[in-house]
């Protein structure tokens, strides 16, 4: 049976090349995988700093399991452009920096200790998609995801597809595509056994068939009592197929869904049923270590996109994203759109080729996901290529007929060879360009868009992001106006039947090339800082779930009379799905209002907005007069259910710290994410505190990034990695103006 195990650990690290450590271990730095080949600031720095080649070593001892066995490392990604070899000799190269790919060591195996050396270069290669143009993102160099060491038998299985039929109906089926390695050219003799699992792991059929060829295919019928995958319960099943022949066995599975996905010109439609998609864009990059984080940090980034955000719809800009990410947004029910890197550019023969092999890797590696319901098979951005494109989904339907195509562009009457038109609409903003006599408008019709006579499948891709860059600690106005952008974009999709939704740009703040973004190198696009710490502007998202969910009451302020342009709090935007709020000036003054279905009227839950209609301009007084607190309390059919104190004289109260979890795998290198924040005494967040935070460590954990981190916002963010031992991780922070606070997070051995 195959024995697979993930090689972490004991890793040489050398942050230069020289040709002597292809064939010589070396003294270098010890490192632990997921690695970045370079430790970064917060901001501020070179992106040239880690754009040349690097070498990662490891020995390997010689072990009895291998003899009569294939042995392979396989790598989940490395960025890239990346050359593996085993004892002096090339045993693999792989250019693109996002995909899986395996080394064989079987021939070039000693009986004693084993080189294995990989060579990374983090250079913008012209000919490695997504290089070649300006990038809106950094491509951080090193081997940044895991690592695994794989013993098979002489012929194993390759590859599994499952496809499923009939998901509507009371009878379903289901089919399993194999496909076998066979490098040593065997006789392909023996049997294929498929064993269908529920979710707890319980077989519920097995078929079987004699192997014959170099693939086999073999169907499940007449399954009955069987739940579909939906966004509100992810039902998911189990396909383990187990080859059996005379060099041994073999055993792989693959988790899957029951569940329908198509984009029509009347909108999305999930399992028969109508779904307006609501989303956004996502980097897989994380402040100090950029792509090198494993897998509870990818998990936990899919929980809030679904759990905190409340979006059901993720798209992976712009780029395959780990497994982990995707594994769990199967286990929760958040819908992915897929697509392969890129960004503008697109260059000669050679990159081309890349890229079509880019689609290849993309959905033979997902294409089991339930979660992913589009593949994005064309550049991002970029200008039309008809006989490139036409490659592109050509392919991508062959592999996988069950899921159409998208082609994400942001020029007019671009030519549809897709099946579904995704478009990136930035015209609310546009209208402020020179020269755009364009009036305010917050989404485009679909036929001014694609110049076709006709309505066909679309969906919105981006929105916002660069025309309206804002920080966590942006003036209250400007937070307002980012708040209003989004939420008259999320409007107009609802009130129009034939957008299947809108994705918005984007998750979090990132940071980028100089050519883009502010000028530390960070894109303030996100409706989340580069911390995962919510803005204003993500509440927009939030407050469209049902109160039964959550009951969101978030009102768009820093509550200063002097903080806007010409004092005030007026307009005041509350971002809830409350029917109504009670608006409290100091003990004198109350006013109630209920959603602004006037300038929103599609919205499942409009802002409730306090403005002129409500208060004369001495109610709250003129400046220079007192300034009292303020008091919201949501009501639910006519019920209070929720409030929210504001102080008009706040002060630090409280240091509050918080974990993303409880709890650590040891032996998965698993991260946590912790956020302190400076509080009023009201429990708001101080927005413009600054100074500096004390993080202090004790147990066995790495704290990722620098001891003294800056207060940003009023709040200070980091991770923690386990270091691969059990026990007791203490966290302490500390603050000049209200000491420190501990918590406790436990790493479990496994």
């Not at 792989?94 to 084993?114: S, W």
């Not at 509100?232 to 060099?247: C, K, Q, R």
């Not at 991770?719 to 918590?743: F, K």
Request: aromatic fraction near 10%; hydrophobic fraction near 35%; proline fraction near 6%.
């Amino acid at each position: 049976m195959r024995a697979v195990q993930k090689i972490s650990d004991d890793w040489v690290f050398h942050d230069h090349f020289v040709p002597e450590l292809i064939a010589e271990l070396w003294d270098g730095e010890a490192v632990s995988l997921p690695h970045n080949a370079v430790k970064l600031p917060f901001n501020y720095f070179d992106e040239k700093c880690y754009q040349h080649a690097f070498i990662y070593q490891k020995k390997l001892p010689w072990q009895t399991a291998f003899e009569g066995k294939e042995v392979v490392l396989r790598f989940d990604a490395a960025m890239a452009d990346a050359v593996v070899c085993l004892n002096g000799k090339q045993v693999a190269a792989h250019k693109d920096g996002y995909t899986p790919f395996e080394a064989r060591l079987t021939d070039l195996l000693v009986n004693g200790d084993n080189l294995i050396t990989v060579k990374i270069d983090g250079s913008e290669n012209p000919e490695i998609p997504p290089f070649g143009g300006m990038i809106d993102y950094l491509t951080y160099a090193g081997i940044y995801r895991d690592v695994w060491l794989e013993i098979r038998s002489s012929v194993s299985i390759a590859k599994m597809k499952v496809e499923t039929g009939n998901v509507l109906e009371a009878a379903k089926s289901a089919s399993v595509r194999c496909w076998f390695d066979n490098p040593q050219d065997l006789p392909l003799e023996g049997v294929v056994v498929a064993t269908l699992k529920d979710g707890e792991g319980s077989a519920i059929v097995a078929v079987s068939a004699p192997l014959d060829g170099a693939s086999a295919l073999l169907r499940f019928d007449n399954l009955t009592g069987l739940a579909l995958w939906d966004i509100d319960n992810p039902v998911l099943y189990e396909i383990s197929v187990e080859l059996t022949t005379t060099s041994g066995t073999d055993q792989i599975s693959s988790k899957f869904g029951f569940r329908t996905a198509e984009f029509t010109p009347d909108g999305f439609l999930l399992n028969g049923k109508r779904l307006k998609l609501m989303g956004l864009n996502r980097h897989q990059s994380f402040p100090y270590v950029g792509y090198a984080m494993g897998r509870s940090a990818q998990e936990q980034d899919a929980e809030l996109v679904k759990r905190v955000l409340k979006c059901n719809v993720v798209r992976t800009s712009h780029y395959p994203q780990s497994t982990y990410f995707l594994d769990h947004c199967d286990r929760i029910g958040l819908l992915v759109f897929e697509e392969i890197p890129g960004w503008q550019h697109i260059g000669g023969p050679a990159w081309k080729a890349e890229s079509v092999e880019n689609v290849r890797r993309m959905i033979e590696r997902d294409w089991n996901h339930p979660s992913i319901i589009i593949w994005g098979v064309r550049i991002n951005e970029s200008q039309d290529d008809h006989d490139f494109y036409t490659e592109t989904n050509r392919l991508a339907r062959e592999l996988d007929p069950t899921r159409q195509t998208g082609g994400v562009r942001y020029i007019d009457e671009s030519e549809l060879l897709e099946d579904v038109y995704t478009m990136n609409d930035f015209s609310q903003g546009s209208e402020e360009l020179p020269g755009n006599n364009r009036p305010h408008v917050a989404l485009r019709n679909q036929r001014e868009v694609t110049g076709l006579s006709k309505l066909v499948p679309y969906l919105v891709t981006e929105f916002n992001g660069h025309m309206y860059p804002t920080k966590r600690t942006d003036q209250e106005q400007r937070q307002a106006e980012h708040v209003s952008r989004h939420l008259r974009v999320l409007d107009a999709m609802h009130g129009d039947p034939n957008v299947s939704g809108c994705i918005g740009w984007c998750m979090f703040d990132y940071n980028t090339h100089q050519e883009f973004g502010s000028g530390d190198r960070i894109c303030y696009h996100g409706v989340m800082d580069m911390f995962r710490e919510p803005k204003f502007a993500a509440y927009a998202y939030i407050s469209q779930c049902d109160p039964s969910d959550e009951v969101v009451l978030k009102p768009v302020t820093y509550w200063a009379r002097g903080e806007r342009n010409i004092g005030g709090v007026l307009p005041l935007i509350i971002l809830t799905n409350c029917d109504e709020i009670e608006f409290r000036y100091g003990n004198q003054l109350s006013k109630r209002a209920g959603p602004d279905r006037q300038n929103y009227p599609h919205l499942p839950h409009p802002p409730i907005v306090f403005d002129e209609r409500h208060f004369r301009p001495e109610e709250m007084g003129l400046w220079g007069s007192s300034w009292q607190d303020g008091t919201l309390v949501g009501y639910i059919n006519g019920e209070a259910v929720k409030a929210v104190q504001m102080s008009s004289a706040p002060v630090p109260t409280t240091l509050q710290v918080e974990a993303d979890q409880t709890s650590l795998n040891a032996m998965e290198r698993d991260t946590v994410r912790v956020i302190a924040r400076v509080l009023d005494q009201t429990g708001n967040v101080l927005p413009y505190l600054e100074g500096s935070m004390e993080v202090d460590v004790a147990g066995p954990a790495i704290l990722l990034g620098p001891n003294i981190v800056p207060i940003r916002g009023g709040i200070v963010g980091f991770w923690l990695q386990a270091n691969g031992e059990p026990g007791d991780i203490d966290i302490g922070v500390y603050w000049p103006g209200l000491g420190g606070e501990r918590i406790r997070v436990v790493s479990v051995g496994l």
